[in-house]
């Protein structure tokens, strides 16, 4: 007995600033808001221009687009799914919506709600398949991201859909603040209200819980299919929205509309907290992840970096953000476990 004193002693100092020290980095919105200053301090120590009223603005502008699909794949990365078609069928929607504006001849209302259709649409049929055919998310929306592509070429013809009604046009070039329309209000309004759905509410407890461990969600009466479904529905109906707003931004369906988005919006979310393997994360982090990816991608052009090189560092930040989500998940199962069990002994 007298032997385990010392030990006890030892250890009680120690506990309390390690377990500080871990919940300050479980906290995946803490971490990457500090290496988001840090960043900007950089760029502006390097290039003060980085911070121009122009540059900002231009930063902010391509962050509304790519955070409103953002929220979505945050949502369904909480479910424990995720999405590669988001980019194909951003730019599949927007040119089905000018299309219905230009070859049919519809009200402008009308053929932004069928454009917004077929994005849920695809996410339904996504999520139908994951779900109810247990085909794996990366086979699906993988094959769904090719499909949409040859999609957009067959109704475009290869050529971008224009002239388009000049509503379209207004919504594009409104400025609502600071050069800012009515994509970068959409996309706080969507990010405020999808952050209050998980964080405060039954539906995004049922989320986080769903992605968590579906099996033990399932048993205490959570339809984790439908969940995830209605995931896959929002995400695909968001990344619709996007590409309708850039289509406005533009003033034609182009056929390059969210070519690429995909692993730009994974790749911010995962940097933003929003864990890989599910029933992690929030939309505030995975908002800060992805302005994030666009404040190194931005700066490196402003300091003159050759632009092969943003490639480069979004793929080592990705990488380092899973690495650090990885750590995360294994010090809380694995590593809470093995504290438990040393404990054991020393009551004994």
Do not use: C
């Not at 991608?297 to 650090?324: D, E, K």
């Amino acid at each position: 007995m007298s032997s385990a004193a010392p030990a006890t002693t030892e250890e009680a100092p120690a506990l309390p600033w390690r377990s500080r020290v871990i919940g300050f980095i479980a906290i995946g919105e803490i971490g990457v808001i500090a290496a988001l200053l840090l960043l900007v301090a950089f760029f502006y120590f390097m290039q003060p221009a980085f911070l121009s009223e122009r540059n900002l603005r231009a930063i902010l502008n391509v962050v509304s687009f790519v955070g409103i699909i953002a929220i979505g794949q945050t949502m369904l990365l909480v479910a424990g799914e995720f999405d590669l078609s988001v980019g194909s069928v951003a730019g599949l929607s927007a040119v089905v919506a000018a299309k219905l504006m230009t070859a049919a001849a519809w009200p402008v209302a009308f053929a932004i709600v069928g454009g917004v259709g077929v994005g849920a649409l695809v996410g339904l049929v996504n999520g139908l398949i994951v779900v109810k055919l247990r085909i794996p998310a990366f086979i699906q929306t993988l094959g769904m991201l090719f499909i949409g592509q040859g999609l957009i070429q067959l109704v475009t013809d290869g050529y971008p859909v224009y002239p388009l009604p000049p509503e379209i046009g207004v919504i594009g070039t409104t400025n609502l603040a600071f050069g800012l329309g009515w994509s970068f209000a959409f996309f706080i309004v969507a990010a405020v209200l999808a952050d209050f759905v998980l964080r405060r509410t039954v539906l995004g407890r049922n989320m986080y819980a769903t992605g968590g461990n579906q099996e033990v969600a399932r048993l205490v009466g959570i339809n984790t299919s439908l969940y995830k479904i209605g995931a896959f529905v929002t995400v695909g109906a968001l990344a619709a929205i996007a590409g309708m707003f850039v289509m406005a931004d533009l003033g034609s369906g182009g056929t390059s509309i969210g070519s690429g988005w995909e692993l730009t919006v994974i790749a911010g979310v995962v940097v933003g907290g929003v864990s890989l393997f599910g029933g992690a994360g929030t939309i505030a982090g995975g908002v800060v992840g992805i302005l994030m990816l666009k404040v190194v991608q931005s700066g490196l052009v402003v300091i003159g970096v050759n632009s092969n090189w943003q490639q480069i560092a979004v793929g080592v930040i990705m990488v380092l953000a899973v690495g650090l989500d990885i750590l995360r998940r294994r010090y809380f199962t694995v590593g809470a476990g093995a504290r438990g069990g040393k404990k054991k002994p020393k009551s004994s």
